[in-house]
C-alpha cells in the first residue's frame, strides 16, 4: 500500500504545485485574464480537488479497515494492548491531516468558481486563502500518510506471524 501511495502522493504533489502556478499565471496574465490558462487552471483544479480526495480517503479507509482487522486478530489471539496502543496513536496521527487536506482543496476548488464568475465580490482572496492552505496542508499531510502507512505495514506483519505462530505453528516458518 505505502508504494502505490508513494507514487499517487508525487503525482499529487506535482499536481496541486502545477495548478497553483497556473492560478498565479492565470491571475497574472493581465485582465481579464488569458482565456487558454483560465480554461486549463479550472479544468484542472476541480481534477486535483477530486483525486486528492480520492487519495486521503484511500488512506482512511485502509486505516479503518486494517485497524479493524488488527484489533479482531488481537482479541482472538489475547489482548496485546501495545499494538493497539500503536493503531491508536497511528490514526490520531493521520486522520487529522487526511481529513483537513482534501477538505481545504475541496473549499478551494469551490470557491475558485465563485472567484471566477466574481460571485465572491472583493472576497476573491479567501480563494488564494485556501488554495494555498491546501496546498501546504497536502505538503504536510503526505509524508505523514506515507510514513504511518509503512509503521501499519510492520505492525500487520507482526500481528499476521504472531496468528502463524499460535494458530498454525506448522505454517510458520521464520526468514
Not at 34 to 58: D, E, R, S, T
Not at 127 to 151: D, Q, T
Request: charged share 15%; hydrophobic share 50%; aromatic share 8%.
Amino acid at each position: 500500500m505505502h508504494r502505490i501511495f508513494a507514487g499517487m502522493a508525487i503525482l499529487a504533489t506535482f499536481m496541486i504545485l502545477s495548478e497553483f502556478a497556473l492560478g498565479l499565471l492565470t491571475s497574472h496574465t493581465g485582465t481579464p485574464p488569458n482565456p487558454k490558462f483560465l480554461g486549463l487552471h479550472l479544468a484542472l483544479g476541480v481534477l486535483v480537488g477530486v483525486y486528492l480526495c480520492i487519495l486521503h480517503v484511500m488512506v482512511m479507509f485502509h486505516f479503518i479497515g486494517s485497524g479493524k482487522e488488527m484489533k479482531e486478530a488481537i482479541q482472538i489471539l489475547g489482548g496485546d494492548s501495545e499494538t493497539v496502543k500503536k493503531l491508536r496513536r497511528m490514526k490520531m496521527l493521520v486522520m487529522p491531516p487526511a481529513t483537513f487536506a482534501p477538505v481545504l482543496v475541496g473549499a478551494g476548488v469551490i470557491l475558485g468558481g465563485g472567484a471566477h464568475t466574481k460571485a465572491l465580490g472583493d472576497w476573491a482572496w479567501i480563494h488564494w486563502a485556501l488554495a494555498l492552505g491546501g496546498l501546504l496542508m497536502n505538503l504536510w499531510a503526505l509524508p505523514i500518510e506515507y510514513r504511518c502507512l509503512v509503521m501499519n505495514l510492520e505492525l500487520l506483519r507482526e500481528v499476521d506471524d504472531k496468528i502463524k505462530r499460535e494458530i498454525a505453528p506448522g505454517l510458520y516458518h521464520e526468514g
